[in-house]
């Protein structure tokens, strides 16, 4: 199937002088999944949701200023290639040219939609994401945006004082409440305003309750849920209690459950690909699997690489969080590390994730000499 029987060329698109107030005002009434920004009628990049949530700039600023670059998918591209793609470009939308004009753009729903039927071979549990980061009720609307901006992340469960789920916070949530309440906001102070905002309880604008699906439901059924509601994402829950938090699923984690193949060499995705400085695909592709070689019996299924920015800078250099990610025979193992430009913080993170490696081994040897003692004393 190429992209293009998917891809459609009705999309939203604004001039790079546009202010952000009217880009978000255009998030909050239509809901696209993505903007196309053009200057002089060519294309120059899109906007997402999650940018002007995370970002302090404020509403009279050009959107020139927040324009991210995506990967341009040629028509005749797979849909395994554009998920790809959309996953490491952090992307809702990929532009799809024709020779060098912009032809239309392909979503990840219309690419979910198209491969719905053959999702039922998958299960949650094989690809949903563990690691969760949570809020209570009380926990302010700026934390929460701070822990959005912090993990590159859309959605955050809510959770009692029980620690069970309560609700769940959005980025779209944050945004719509803060356009709401700028527009009965007719005098005063703005930034005073968005301070008041900031120091309101995630409980006020929290989704409740939570839809949630179960570790042992196929991703068809997850997938079905997320489309027909308009949701991103679903907490998953164990199979004794749809109230406990096991983790999270999320659109992005299908699609890249997609890109998934069986090849000589692991699969490598790679989040934000635009933030690699000296490092290449192969290099980190050959780092990930000599680590990998010290453990012998575990097979690499698929790595995940993600890199975020943080402000702070050295010398020009900006400080980099790099998280691994390793989907293999053993389970999943993962390593995380900071440093000033991809290529140190990448160093320390395959450090962190080889000692992991290693302590993996060392309690699979521990097991495997336990089950050998059993074994001979059984046999006496």
């Not at 949701?49 to 995506?70: C, N, P």
């Not at 356009?179 to 995630?202: A, C, F, H, T, Y």
């Not at 949630?212 to 027909?228: F, N, P, R, W, Y």
């Not at 984690?253 to 490092?279: G, K, S």
Request: with cysteine; charged share 35%.
């Amino acid at each position: 199937m190429d992209i293009a029987d998917i891809a459609t060329t009705d999309y939203v698109e604004v001039d790079v002088d546009e202010r952000l107030g009217k880009v978000r005002s255009i998030f909050e009434r239509e809901r696209p999944e993505g903007i196309v920004v053009t200057k002089d009628g060519n294309y120059e990049g899109i906007v997402n949701q999650r940018q002007l949530v995370q970002s302090h700039i404020k509403d009279g600023t050009k959107v020139r200023g927040l324009v991210r670059s995506a990967p341009k998918v040629r028509r005749n591209e797979g849909v395994r290639e554009v998920a790809r793609v959309l996953v490491e470009s952090n992307a809702k939308i990929a532009p799809i040219f024709e020779g060098d004009e912009l032809w239309g753009v392909v979503s990840e729903d219309s690419i979910l939609e198209a491969v719905l039927d053959n999702l039922d071979t998958l299960s949650v549990e094989d690809i949903y994401t563990k690691s969760v980061v949570t809020l209570t009720e009380d926990t302010h609307i700026g934390r929460a945006i701070n822990q959005l901006r912090e993990h590159g992340i859309s959605r955050l469960p809510v959770l009692d004082d029980d620690g069970r789920i309560a609700g769940m916070v959005t980025t779209h949530d944050i945004a719509d409440f803060a356009v709401r309440d700028m527009e009965r906001q007719q005098k005063g102070d703005r930034s005073g305003d968005r301070d008041r905002i900031l120091d309101i309880p995630v409980y006020d604008i929290m989704n409740s309750p939570v839809t949630t699906i179960g570790v042992e439901d196929s991703v068809k059924t997850a997938v079905d849920l997320m489309l027909q509601n308009d949701y991103n994402g679903l907490v998953v829950t164990p199979e004794h209690d749809d109230r406990l938090v096991s983790g999270i699923i999320t659109k992005t984690d299908v699609l890249r459950a997609l890109t998934y193949t069986e090849r000589e060499h692991m699969d490598v995705q790679i989040t934000n690909i635009d933030l690699l400085d000296t490092l290449g695909r192969e290099d980190i592709r050959q780092r990930i699997e000599s680590v990998a070689d010290k453990y012998k019996k575990m097979q690499v299924h698929h790595a995940h690489v993600r890199l975020h920015k943080h402000k702070e800078r050295k010398r020009g250099t900006p400080l980099i969080q790099c998280q691994i990610r390793l989907r293999t025979n053993r389970g999943q193992v993962a390593g995380s590390g900071e440093g000033y430009g991809a290529d140190n913080a990448f160093r320390v993170a395959t450090d962190k994730l080889e000692r992991r490696v290693l302590e993996l081994k060392g309690v699979r040897a521990d097991e495997e000499y336990r089950g050998q003692l059993l074994r001979k004393l059984g046999d006496l």
